[in-house]
């Protein structure tokens, strides 16, 4: 029950700030239909995490309560002084007009929010995969005195990385009076709900300019929206199901299970034979991982490369509170944004140096505060959604003026005057952060298979192609289809061309650049090539081999540009809705076709991480377009066409909810065979923390911060769990993960080593050089402390007091003025 009082609290505290702030986004997005109603809650987030974190920042505010508020009064003076220069009562009038769309769109949230954590209630543990970090960044950003946070696992530093997400999340804590623990599954909850809420007004907000304002039926077919983007999954749910039992496999005269389908389709874990010990469903452990793998890159040589290419169900299923999943709401607002734009918000004349731009001076901030808000979110975020708008603006501008050359040259102004005032304004953000990014390689022997794609996409692809080709047709006749269908094949043959100049431009440069011959083969040692010669080779009979991803993208895209191509100027604005879809159908097929050509060089070496950006993003582009799509086509004025998009609508749900049914029985399968209680939790667990780990925590909670020191090792592991959970300042955490953050080892230095030698040395003067040389202020030693080292707890007994003892753990005081003896 206090579980439920706590979410009650914060949801009270999410709402209300949206809901005060409401006058804002009324002028912000008063060009959408919906008047940006489905977009209040994380407008008024990110205002408010601006105005606290800046103010912050700048040293005007602290870390605290009382600076929330503080913050919290700023935005609404400016909301209450942005009320009082509009038409009194003309935002209540408008909500009392539009009563159904408000409580439309506040059902959807409250369903998402309601659904998202009964989900999580099953399984709330904050552990595994990336979950100890986020719940140390919370955790630190609720105990930090000052902004930016500390740095949980590497004391005496402020965090490098992109924390805006875990700053809000501490926010709506504190202000709630809900512990880390809870939060966290609450916040999953609330970006689940906040995207889900936007995607269902987009959607809605599209109909009603295609139809000229919001009807029922168009309230109902907008439901689409979250179905599409965050319920429906990939294909690999109904793989698995056929693989479970046994689908397209044979014994051979060895009895061995072969299959020539599942060879060919080269999916890891779906190439291995299956037990067929249960028919009725995949029961490998961890099954459900697979789906976000399902492209399978090899190197030269044929062995398998990771690629990650997550969907929302899975982020949502999965839940961790990562970058990419924080920042959902605010892409959905991002492209809401440029909605507002392209139905004719924000018209006027703004002057950036010597360019004059075609949007006001409220387009250009507040463009600035949610773009710069997304690169502090998810730093990947920040040029897709620039981009993004920058084409609308491009769009909107030829539509208005005709297409010439000059509209790419304003379409540059335009995004180097956001983009530049975004980031002055999170200065202090890029200021500290470092980042592991070091440039952009040409892709050169990994394009996508055509079956990967589909498997990972089909479920999106149906409903986008048969809304293109039915709006294409209709705009552009067959010879704008076939005109549509070339200039999509001369896109993809010219993002080849430019990635094999790079290439080779990278293998001329390098040896004189480097003075080193040897560098020419970089590309090539990157994939296991002998010589870039071999490399190029084997890429280009690939390309050829797997024409089917690269022929389906093209055919989205050059579908799209076909349908968009005004056949005169003012043709961009005869039909918003359906220009504005196809437009995202175009986006998101240059988002999928980035990483076939070029990826961001990082520490992993290969394109894992730039599939994992571009995939995802593409998803929710792409879902609205598609929920869109499908709206149209189940208005069809011909009711045989209706009746025959629907059949192929349920055919296409069907699979693309098996994902999730199957996921759904797995986790009811583990609540019961644990024996647990609904709970949302994540830090009552024992998988990480024993009682005697638990007790101490609550401990360290209470104490002044002071640096720690506790076992270490490697990441995904239980390894920096005291930390995480106390928010108390770790001497050192996960170096894998510091080595991200930081780009490298150097801020580490030794201190790996130096904990190690600081456990298990005889010596006290040694141990006492170790703590003087890091300024410890507490000494953990536990189970794993134990286990870890060959612990030599003596010294530690002798010289230093014990603040805290209970079961197997004990922590030692480091006094301040600490002195040899």
């Excluded at 099953?122 to 609720?142: G, H, Q």
């Excluded at 043959?493 to 970089?522: F, R, Y």
């Excluded at 045989?640 to 629907?646: K, Q, W």
């Excluded at 600081?758 to 794993?784: K, M, N, Q």
Aim: hydrophobic share 55%; net charge neutral; charged share 15%.
């Amino acid at each position: 029950m206090l579980e439920v009082f706590a979410a009650l609290r914060w949801l009270l505290v999410l709402s209300a700030v949206g809901w005060w702030v409401y006058p804002l986004t009324f002028r912000l997005l008063g060009a959408l239909p919906g008047r940006g109603v489905a977009f209040a809650r994380p407008l008024g987030l990110l205002l408010w995490g601006f105005a606290f974190w800046i103010l912050g920042s700048l040293g005007i505010l602290g870390n605290d309560l009382g600076g929330e508020w503080l913050a919290l009064a700023v935005v609404l003076g400016l909301a209450w002084w942005r009320q009082r220069r509009d038409e009194p009562g003309a935002t209540r009038a408008w909500l009392k007009e539009n009563a159904r769309l408000v409580a439309a769109v506040e059902l959807v949230f409250l369903l998402a929010f309601i659904v998202v954590s009964l989900l999580r209630a099953l399984y709330p543990d904050v552990t595994y995969t990336e979950k100890p970090m986020e719940l140390a960044f919370i955790n630190s950003a609720l105990r930090s005195p000052t902004l930016p946070p500390h740095d949980p696992w590497l004391s005496g530093y402020a965090i490098s990385y992109y924390y805006f997400g875990y700053v809000l999340t501490a926010m709506l804590a504190r202000l709630a009076a809900v512990p880390a623990g809870l939060a966290f599954n609450l916040m999953i909850a609330s970006v689940f709900a906040m995207a889900a809420a936007g995607a269902y007004g987009l959607v809605a907000d599209l109909l009603a300019a295609w139809r000229g304002k919001h009807e029922g039926q168009s309230l109902w077919l907008a439901a689409l929206a979250p179905l599409f983007a965050f319920v429906v999954s990939n294909v690999e749910g109904l793989l698995e199901m056929f693989h479970a039992r046994g689908a397209f496999w044979r014994f051979n005269e060895e009895g061995e299970l072969v299959s020539r389908f599942w060879t060919w389709l080269d999916i890891k874990d779906l190439y291995v034979a299956p037990s067929l010990n249960d028919p009725t469903g995949p029961t490998r452990n961890w099954w459900w991982w697979r789906a976000s793998r399902v492209v399978n890159d090899r190197n030269f040589l044929g062995a398998e490369v990771e690629v990650i290419d997550e969907f929302p169900f899975f982020s949502l299923y999965l839940a961790d509170l990562h970058p990419h999943v924080l920042a959902m709401p605010f892409v959905m607002l991002a492209l809401a944004f440029g909605l507002n734009y392209f139905l004719g918000g924000g018209r006027g004349e703004t002057r950036f140096g010597p360019w004059r731009l075609a949007f006001d001076r409220t387009t250009l901030w507040f463009g600035a505060l949610l773009l710069g808000g997304l690169a502090f979110l998810n730093i990947w975020d920040f040029p897709i959604y620039l981009g993004f708008f920058t084409l609308v603006y491009v769009y909107v501008q030829a539509g208005e003026q005709g297409w010439a050359e000059a509209r790419l040259w304003e379409g540059f102004q335009a995004l180097l005057a956001v983009g530049v005032l975004a980031v002055i304004l999170y200065l202090p953000f890029h200021l500290s952060f470092s980042s592991q990014a070091g440039g952009i390689l040409p892709n050169i022997l990994n394009p996508t298979r055509g079956a990967h794609l589909w498997v990972m996409f089909g479920t999106l692809f149906v409903a986008l192609l048969v809304f293109l080709l039915y709006v294409t047709a209709q705009r552009a006749g067959l010879k704008g289809l076939l005109v549509g269908v070339f200039s999509g094949l001369a896109l993809v043959a010219g993002l080849w061309a430019a990635s094999m100049l790079l290439a080779l431009a990278m293998a001329l440069a390098l040896p004189a650049v480097t003075g080193n011959p040897g560098a020419a083969d970089l590309l090539a040692g990157l994939t296991g090539a002998p010589d870039f010669d071999s490399l190029v080779r084997a890429g280009l009979e690939r390309r050829l081999a797997y024409a089917g991803g690269w022929l389906t993208l093209a055919l989205l895209a050059g579908l799209a540009l076909a349908g968009l191509w005004p056949r005169k100027a003012a043709s961009a604005g005869e039909n918003p809705g359906h220009a504005f879809a196809l437009g995202l159908a175009l986006f998101g097929a240059l988002l999928v076709l980035a990483p076939e050509f070029v990826y961001l060089r990082d520490q992993f070496g290969h394109r894992m991480n730039t599939v994992f950006k571009f995939f995802i993003q593409a998803w929710l582009v792409w879902s609205v377009a598609a929920a869109y799509g499908a709206a149209v086509l189940l208005s069809a004025p011909r009711r045989g066409a209706r009746l025959a998009f629907a059949g192929v609508l349920v055919l296409v749900l069907a699979i693309g909810l098996t994902y999730p049914a199957y996921g759904l029985s797995t986790r009811l399968r583990e609540f019961e065979q644990a024996g647990r209680r609904l709970s949302l939790d994540g830090t009552a667990h024992f998988a990480y923390l024993s009682t005697d780990d638990h007790a101490a925590v609550a401990w360290l909670w209470d104490q002044p911060l002071g640096t720690l020191v506790e076992a270490v090792g490697g990441s995904y592991t239980q390894y920096a769990r005291i930390s995480a959970h106390s928010g108390q300042p770790a001497l050192l955490g996960w170096p894998g993960h510091e080595s991200q953050w930081r780009g490298g080892g150097a801020e580490m230095g030794n201190r790996q080593a130096d904990i190690e030698r600081l456990y298990s040395t005889p010596s006290w003067d040694e141990a006492r050089l170790i703590l003087e040389t890091y300024g410890v202020r507490f000494i953990y030693v536990g189970i794993l402390e134990r286990s870890t080292y060959a612990v030599d707890e003596q010294k530690f007994a002798l010289y230093l007091p014990i603040l805290f003892q209970q079961g197997d753990v004990t922590i030692y005081g480091v006094p301040e003025d600490l002195t040899s003896e």
